[in-house]
């Protein structure tokens, strides 16, 4: 059980383009889930926290603007980069909450953006 | 905010060896989790262990909590172990996020 599964796994975009990336709970729901990201061998950085029914919460220095987060139903987050530059570029990592009876967290396999 | 520091940041093993990773935090958290991720990317986790002592086959925990830090020890190492392994610590503020540590890169040599 606790499987998180994102959508889609490698990504390649123009500049100016907007992308989304999916993140979905597959066998619990996930009232809270997370975005995270990963710069070439450094750490996880949290972006930002999605709360089903309800506007996310950004971590400092994370513009909103640029990465919208979009937490419409238990089992599914979505987070779109909107004009994407070559900086975006990275490691987007989502992770969900189990829930009630556990604080253990689980993360999906990730989605490598590219942005030429 | 809360600081995660884990040692040593680079470990090099012969195929069989033992090991042992440390991950040191400055102040009372709610939750540990420890993580390996593999080259393709994927977290995988290790275990879930706000204190006490956990073991899952070849690899087992420690977290002494008062004293503010967590073990990670690894036995008889694969070639399969290789990868980052990282410490999360959730704060005390209820609010769930998770803060990592830089994590230590591990490669067992064949």
């Known amino acids: 059980g606790a499987v998180v599964s994102q959508h889609p796994s490698r990504v390649i975009c123009k500049s100016g383009t907007s992308v989304k990336i999916e993140c979905r709970s597959l066998d619990f729901q996930a009232t809270t889930m997370f975005w995270y990201r990963q710069f070439p061998k450094q750490s996880l950085m949290l972006m930002a926290t999605s709360n089903e029914g309800s506007k996310a919460t950004y971590e400092q220095g994370v513009e909103k603007d640029k990465f919208l987060i979009n937490h419409a139903s238990l089992t599914l987050s979505t987070l779109t980069v909107t004009s994407a530059h070559p900086e975006d570029s990275s490691f987007y990592i989502c992770?969900?909450?189990?829930?009630?009876?556990?604080?253990?967290?689980?993360f999906g396999p990730g989605t490598r953006l590219t942005v030429t | 905010g809360i600081q995660v520091e884990q040692s040593p940041p680079d470990l090099i093993l012969q195929e069989g060896a033992n090991s042992t990773l440390r991950c040191n935090f400055s102040?009372?958290?709610?939750?540990l989790q420890w993580f390996h991720q593999n080259p393709w990317g994927q977290l995988i986790n290790l275990f879930y262990i706000p204190s006490g002592t956990k073991q899952n086959g070849r690899l087992s925990a420690t977290t002494v909590a008062t004293e503010r830090y967590s073990l990670l020890y690894i036995s008889s190492s694969q070639t399969t172990d290789s990868g980052v392994y990282f410490c999360a610590v959730e704060r005390r503020d209820s609010s769930y996020k998770l803060i990592f540590g830089s994590g230590t890169r591990l490669l067992v040599r064949p």
């Open positions: 102040d009372s958290v709610n939750n």
């Open positions: 992770s969900a909450r189990v829930g009630q009876l556990s604080y253990e967290q689980y």
